[in-house]
């Protein structure tokens, strides 16, 4: 194994060492930008800061940042972020403070960029900060009609991107031409905007675990279950109205409680946020609060729909394990794929957190290491060759359609296309077994309090850690309330790529009920603890997550018309789990884990059909739930192999 991982990372390495050279292959900066303070002494250097206000059509002026290399002997391209977070700091003065890391990250895509030489510019999006105009989140597409009509007050996120490049152009000295744009998060929401009807100039767009779709799978809801303390902490501050231009919205809501799980279970109903803390000033949670479904509010929210003939190159990133974002980069990818028959299209996922390849040297997250620094990897390698081929030379650059790592073996891997052709198996849930072999009739059944949520993480904290994605599973598999259906030890390597589909057949006492299928990978019980050991895990019978998804059964059948589950009888729950690259190693268990809780991230379940915005504390219920697996009424998770063969 160590001589093939040995190959593949020669191979993905030899990929993109041969960067593209620029028509003046000298970069502006000559010294190596190794550390914060060399970055920063770097811009006061060689840059100039400059502040304007961009007009768009409709006469509203967009708050910019423009750093223009100070050699002007030369054209540069313009690298451009479009934020909600602010631009500081501001001042044509101030340079970014060297002890805030992340901030500095934000400054570029790559440090490498910043020696190579642009134009970077960044944005206020309308209405936040300095900008003009209203803010409004997930801005919806104007109205295509008045667009073409060319009426001034069609505007949307994708207007505003093509009004401001169009200005950079025409007024900013020293550029090239081209323009890329790049953002993680929110910003990389307004990166695959720019790239919808793109200005000509637009060359290449770089969207980064883009805010995708707030209802099925993104940062607030998955499959119409509400990600409570996501939601909560960042509307809590991000959501205050601003009281007009400013240069600061605070961010210093304080939790009354040292644990999240403590906090979010004295809120109560959710309809006491709004009348304990929020007192009716956040109006995006209110509109959450009163859109409780799919309906035409979150429908016009979905900008996938519009991901449709994109013509600038597009280079989407994301992190198996992000917390917030990992849907909305592979569905961004798929949708931009699938609706450009001429795009060129790919996609990198990485074993990162969100932000990670960005922020973090990609070589562990939490107990889980993965050998290598990864997120160098992407930033100097793929990254900046696909910005300084569009920008700077001659746009022939063209990675693989899809770079994945493949965690369990920790390896770099390329595919034609993502995902990859594999072989449809079946792992059927048996009296705690798991298995290609369909069992006999039996059941499981457990009682679910939402008095007593299943914790998300197994130990406490202010904030809910991330590195859940990849935590041990133990202190879930131990309780009452979780059923538990394992493999055999397997005799090869497994390796599983894409999508899961999970189905559950469930009966319940309840009229609503939440199913949260998780898939595990536990590790034999001979495993080393690894030296040295920062976190002091035990790694003997870790069940590393791999992956989780929570479907709310009322809408199992349809986001926009929820159902009540039928009381006493079987009831299919069947939903999709977000894809992966993984290997389960020669020695290790295949596990899956059902529960009908993952407190605080998801909010609970009254089980009982009610709008559980506007729920009571009556209306939470104790249910007793029953998990299927007879012939007539098989539960299983149907996954992709890629390589190996399931255990029988």
């Not at 969207?207 to 902490?233: E, K, M, Y």
């Not at 519009?306 to 569905?331: C, F, H, M, N, Q």
């Not at 009571?616 to 299927?628: S, Y």
Request: aromatic letters at 12%.
């Amino acid at each position: 194994m160590f001589a093939r991982r040995a190959i593949l990372v020669a191979l993905l390495v030899l990929v993109f060492a041969d960067r593209p050279a620029s028509a003046s292959s000298a970069p502006l900066i000559s010294a190596a930008l190794d550390s914060d303070e060399a970055f920063v002494k770097a811009l006061k250097t060689h840059y100039t800061k400059y502040e304007f206000r961009i007009p768009m059509r409709d006469g509203v002026k967009l708050y910019t940042h423009v750093w223009a290399p100070k050699d002007t002997t030369k054209s540069w391209p313009i690298m451009m972020m479009r934020t909600p977070y602010s631009v500081g700091p501001y001042g044509i003065e101030n340079l970014p403070p060297v002890e805030n890391a992340r901030a500095l990250r934000r400054f570029a895509p790559s440090f490498n960029l910043v020696q190579s030489g642009y134009i970077f510019v960044h944005q206020d999006v309308r209405g936040r900060l300095m900008s003009e105009g209203e803010f409004v989140d997930v801005r919806p597409r104007a109205d295509a009609a008045k667009k073409r009509a060319k009426d001034k007050t069609a505007i949307d996120e994708s207007t505003d991107a093509y009004d401001t490049i169009d200005w950079l152009i025409k007024n900013i000295p020293h550029n090239n031409g081209r323009v890329g744009m790049w953002g993680i998060s929110y910003p990389g929401f307004y990166a695959a905007q720019a790239a919808i009807d793109a200005h000509p100039a637009l060359r290449a767009v770089s969207p980064q675990a883009p805010v995708t779709d707030w209802f099925i799978g993104d940062d607030f809801h998955r499959n119409g279950a509400l990600c409570l303390a996501d939601a909560f902490s960042f509307y809590a501050n991000f959501g205050r109205a601003r009281p007009g231009l400013t240069k600061k919205i605070p961010w210093d809501f304080e939790f009354d409680r040292a644990d999240a799980y403590d906090f979010y279970m004295r809120l109560g109903p959710l309809k006491n946020a709004d009348t304990k803390y929020f007192k009716g000033s956040i109006a995006f949670w209110k509109d959450m609060m009163t859109h409780g479904t799919r309906d035409a509010w979150w429908r016009a929210r979905d900008p996938l729909p519009d991901y449709k003939d994109i013509r600038p190159a597009v280079l989407v990133t994301g992190g198996w394990y992000d917390a917030e974002d990992l849907w909305g980069s592979l569905a961004t990818y798929q949708a931009m794929q699938r609706q450009s028959k001429k795009g060129r299209i790919s996609l990198v996922m990485g074993p990162w957190n969100h932000g990670g390849w960005a922020r973090t040297d990609g070589d562990r997250l939490g107990d889980v290491s993965f050998d290598q620094k990864t997120a160098p990897m992407y930033r100097e390698g793929v990254e900046y060759s696909f910005f300084e081929s569009h920008l700077k030379g001659d746009g022939t650059f063209s990675p693989p359609g899809a770079t994945i790592f493949e965690t369990g073996t920790n390896v770099w891997q390329t595919f034609a296309q993502w995902p990859p052709q594999t072989t449809s198996q079946t792992l059927w849930f048996g009296p705690g077994t798991l298995g290609m072999q369909r069992p006999a009739d039996g059941a499981d059944t457990y009682v679910a309090d939402p008095n007593k949520p299943v914790p998300t993480v197994g130990f406490p904290g202010e904030d809910l850690d991330h590195n859940y994605m990849t935590a041990d599973q133990r202190f879930a598999s131990r309780r009452p309330d979780v059923v538990v259906y394992d493999s055999a030890v397997l005799t090869e390597d497994v390796t599983l790529a894409g999508p899961l589909s999970a189905e559950v057949w469930l009966e319940s006492t309840g009229t609503d009920a939440d199913v949260v299928v998780k898939l595990i990978d536990v590790w034999p019980e001979d495993t080393t603890d690894p030296q040295p050991n920062p976190t002091a895990v035990r790694a003997g019978g870790y069940q590393q997550l791999v992956r989780a998804e929570v479907m709310r059964a009322k809408f199992r059948t349809s986001f926009e018309r929820p159902e009540p589950l039928a009381k006493n009888t079987p009831n299919k729950v069947q939903f999709t789990l977000p894809d992966v690259l993984h290997t389960f190693r020669t020695g290790h268990r295949v596990m899956v884990q059902v529960q009908s809780s993952s407190f605080p991230l998801i909010d609970r379940n009254p089980q009982t059909f009610v709008d559980i915005y506007q729920a009571d504390e009556k209306d939470f219920v104790v249910a007793t739930h029953t998990i299927h697996r007879s012939r007539a009424h098989a539960s299983a998770l149907r996954v992709g192999v890629l390589r190996g063969r399931l255990p029988e």
